[in-house]
């Protein structure tokens, strides 16, 4: 496992780990519902979604966000399920935008709706958007998604192209055996489209539980199948100590692509993310088995001060990493809809 430096300077008032990593930046889950059914996300039959009165209010989320901003959260990144189903969603934006200390607004969806919805996400203030995208021909997509909106979903790419994003970037999951052929596909169709493409590894998280570290295509076998084809990518130089991928050029010098090698090379050491499930849990880890439930608290009005005591025990909690690889490693008992992408 990755070492684990301190990825922002300290302070008294911020939400320090164990391992001395400050904390910055918090996922919010606004449904647990989607349109489509991601083989790596949740079950093809499912249909166990929160009912709407069981979801944080818009209320309680600007207020636990307030909370955040004021001991050193400054980036949100709105996630689902698909969060573009919640209602309203582009208030929400605007009311998040608003709050002091918040310096980065973005949201990951499949973006089956973002073709009608993607102008307003960013007038009310949505600064960048990551699209997942694991199939550029229909039967592909289908095999993943086990739904079909592959035009639609181009669509939407285009939309928010054309919106103005400040960041318009792609994911993909590469899954051996299942959507190989579809590798250069998307990395040409990103080039031609100037995005940012990056390529996640295939992680425990799926509702039918039957990953296998045998259908990982890591980073590294990706990379050198796309120079196989393009030449030498060049590594370029992080951004963000905390962020997720490791990102290279393309020999020609436009354009880049980013791998995010979460299962043989984690970077937990740098990890300095928090999530909020749509239903009010605050999670340290993506594939933690401890969560700490603020509705509640939010319910029996307690102080602001409660709330963050709560919060801080939920940090101070937070193991040094996620330990995939381990035979002991046992899979959350949440599947990824239900976490929060």
Request: positive net charge; proline residues 5%; contains cysteine.
């Amino acid at each position: 496992m990755a070492t684990l430096p301190i990825v922002a300077a300290k302070t008294s008032n911020q939400l320090v780990d164990l391992f001395g990593r400050v904390h910055t930046s918090l996922r919010i889950s606004v449904t647990d519902r989607c349109n489509l059914r991601c083989l790596y996300c949740m079950p093809e039959s499912a249909d166990d979604f929160e009912e709407s009165e069981h979801l944080l209010s818009f209320d309680q989320i600007v207020r636990l966000t307030r909370i955040l901003a004021s001991v050193g959260i400054e980036k949100l990144r709105i996630t689902g399920g698909e969060p573009t189903l919640r209602s309203n969603l582009p208030e929400l934006i605007a009311r998040l935008r608003a709050i002091p200390g918040i310096k980065e607004l973005a949201m990951t969806t499949n973006g089956m709706r973002l073709d009608r919805l993607a102008g307003e996400l960013r007038r009310a203030g949505l600064s960048r958007v990551n699209i997942s995208l694991d199939a550029l021909n229909e039967d592909a997509f289908y095999r993943i998604t086990r739904r079909r909106g592959l035009t639609q979903v181009i669509r939407g790419i285009d939309a928010a192209i054309e919106a103005g994003f400040s960041s318009v970037r792609l994911n993909a999951l590469a899954i051996k055996g299942l959507n190989e052929d579809q590798i250069m596909p998307l990395v040409e169709f990103a080039f031609s489209r100037g995005l940012t493409l990056r390529f996640i590894e295939y992680m425990p998280l799926g509702g039918d539980r039957d990953w296998q570290t045998k259908q990982v295509l890591s980073g590294a076998e990706l990379r050198a199948r796309i120079e196989k084809q393009l030449g030498p990518l060049t590594p370029l130089a992080l951004t963000d100590p905390s962020q997720p991928s490791t990102d290279f050029g393309y020999g020609n010098g436009k354009g880049k692509i980013g791998f995010i090698n979460s299962v043989s090379e984690p970077f937990c050491g740098n990890c300095n993310r928090l999530r909020l499930t749509a239903e009010g849990a605050l999670r340290n880890c993506l594939f933690s088995h401890q969560e700490w439930s603020l509705k509640p608290l939010l319910t029996d009005a307690a102080t602001d001060a409660e709330l963050l005591a709560e919060i801080r025990r939920c940090v101070t909690a937070k193991q040094a990493g996620h330990l995939i690889t381990n035979p002991a490693f046992r899979q959350p008992d949440r599947p990824m809809y239900k976490i929060g992408g």
